[in-house]
């Protein structure tokens, strides 16, 4: 079966520290991206989505992506958080196989610190 | 545009009692999907539907039935809640086969005692 992980539980970042966090799926195919953060309390936001050209996607808040096709990739990245980025990061692959839903990684929790 | 509406926000069930959980979008999307979400286990995806009419089992869907009513709502019912359900529940939905983006409900906060 098609799976997303997520390798990161929890990471612990000081402000302006910069931030990756890995994304790695399990399918050689065509795939659709996406990473969803989700703020305390709060639903799922879309942050960015990869479909095809760049492989470099940029997204809201400052965040960027970058697709590896050769490793099954997807990183999550900013050069500087804040503290107001504290949330779940969630990174979900669509699997090109009919109508078939988004896969959801496990989530990484990312708390950033004063 | 409100996007993607759940009622209830927040429901208390004790064991054996059913409820419906309700979502609607106004967005004209074709799929709709619900997730439940539990500590250190991400989103995991207990039934969509991706048109009118037809609905799948994702994930997890024992204890769990659903209905399309339309194009616009999809509920999720509980037959005889345990407390294995604890969770909070959302649902979502997507313009095009599920290809593309998902847009998230504010979810419902349920626990079963």
């Known amino acids: 079966a098609q799976s997303v992980s997520q390798h990161n539980h929890h990471v612990i970042l000081s402000e302006a520290a910069s931030l990756e966090l890995g994304c790695n799926y399990s399918?050689?195919?065509?795939?659709?991206l996406f990473w969803y953060v989700q703020y305390p309390g709060q639903h799922l936001q879309l942050l960015l989505k990869?479909?095809?050209?760049?492989?470099l996607v940029k997204g809201i808040k400052g965040f960027e992506a970058e697709f590896i096709k050769s490793k099954f990739s997807f990183n999550l990245r900013k050069p500087s958080v804040q503290w107001s980025d504290t949330a779940e990061y969630f990174c979900a692959v669509n699997f090109f196989s009919g109508n078939t839903p988004l896969v959801f990684g496990k989530g990484t929790r990312l708390s950033v610190i004063a | 545009n409100a996007g993607v509406t759940q009622t209830p926000k927040f429901q208390v069930l004790k064991t054996g009692q059913s409820m419906t959980l309700q979502c609607a979008q106004d967005?004209?999307?074709?799929?709709m999907y619900w997730y439940r979400q539990d500590p250190g286990m991400g989103l995991r995806l207990i039934y969509y539907?991706?048109?009118?009419?037809?609905?799948d089992k994702g994930e997890v869907p024992n204890g769990y039935n659903v209905s399309r009513l339309n194009k616009r709502e999809f509920s999720l019912r509980l037959e005889s809640a345990a407390p294995s359900q604890t969770s909070v529940y959302f649902c979502?939905?997507?313009?095009?086969?599920?290809?593309?983006?998902?847009?998230f409900g504010p979810g419902t906060r349920l626990t079963v005692t």
């Open positions: 990869y479909f095809s050209g760049d492989p």
């Open positions: 967005m004209n999307h074709n799929s």
């Open positions: 539907s991706a048109s009118e009419g037809t609905t």
């Open positions: 399918y050689g195919g065509t795939v659709n």
């Open positions: 979502a939905s997507s313009g095009r086969d599920g290809a593309y983006e998902q847009y």
